[in-house]
């Protein structure tokens, strides 16, 4: 994704691999945030829930090495990450009665080893997004939090996991109060767009007419009913972050026009260039559809309160016209033996913006 989209996807890759092979059968260090040597006061919201938004919603929070032959640990909470949130704010903070209602949703937290000039350190990616009590996102917060451990990192990453939660909770207490006036007074916002180049589902592949699919990509085993020769997964995802820059807002709607290599399977013995050539049509309109919601975006408005409203209403709206435009191009297609109409489809979504990610 561009430069705003937090780190760690490498270390995410490495860590699954690890887990993956001899590190199956490692064993586990549970852990524990540690509580703050003194109470966090925020004054200027309270916290009345936690939302695990992560993938993988388990206890497992990443991984550690511990001893002078780096032995792996895998890392989980005793509880649940939203238990272990909570007990956190509980213990460490003290909320005013009187502030605003809000719900702390968690995307990302990943603990792993990370290697710098400064030695053995770990690491912890988080991204926290807070929601008022209508459901709107006030503001989201990304950031890779770093601590040098020496040879037993795993003695010291509570106090990590406590340091990073203590520094959000304050900053957000700080930043807040801009936020939920922009609201209540329904002022306009910045809007960009984004292309989500490393999605985070690691088998969804970004649209990229520069890198065309090949039979590596058709992952899954084709049913044994039926007689379809090939089927892509195809599909748009739009999302969006707020983000606070110099005590102004801007939101960013992250698009993603994808191929789910997971879910999508050639069946043996068909003419291999002629699928491809197909199913690469048949991947172009999603594309093709994320050219037109990017037209709108771009000749649209948009204030606090009507962001997210406005953005399921872009996401319904195209994402509909793309399935419908998809069952089209099957149809009269006919899986690719109509030549004809394979080159006028070919013809209708050659083309893409200048944005196309790189």
Known sequence: MSQLKHCGFLAVFLALLIFGGPMASAKIKMM???????????????ITDVVDERLDKSNY????????????????????????ITRFLDESTVQKGSAEAVVLHVYDYLLYEKSSFKGA??????????????????????????????MFMSVNAGELLCRNLTSYLSEMDQKIDPFLAMYKSNQPIKVSYIFVKEPEQKNLLPYNPQHPLNIYHFV?????????????ECGLMINYQIRHFEGKAEAFIELLPYFDQARSWLRPGQDVKKRLAYEQTYFKISAFITNELIKELQEKSFTFN??????????EKYVSRMKALQQEYIKETEYGDNVASMEKWSRKVAF???????
């Open 352 to 358: 893409y913006p200048a944005s196309t990610p790189q």
């Open 121 to 150: 350190e770990i690491a912890l990616n988080t991204h926290y997004a807070l929601f008022n009590k209508d459901g709107h996102r006030l503001l989201d917060y990304v950031i890779t939090d770093t601590r040098n451990t020496g």
């Open 32 to 46: 524990r945030i540690t509580p703050a040597k003194e109470k966090i006061q925020i004054n200027h919201y309270r």
């Open 220 to 232: 899954a085993k084709a049913p044994e009913q039926g007689t379809e020769p090939s089927a892509a």
């Open 306 to 315: 009507t962001l997210k409203p406005d953005i399921d209403a872009l996401r």
């Open 61 to 84: 929070i990443g991984y550690l090495s511990t001893g002078a032959h780096n032995y792996f640990l895998r890392a989980e909470f005793h509880q649940t990450l939203r238990e272990e």
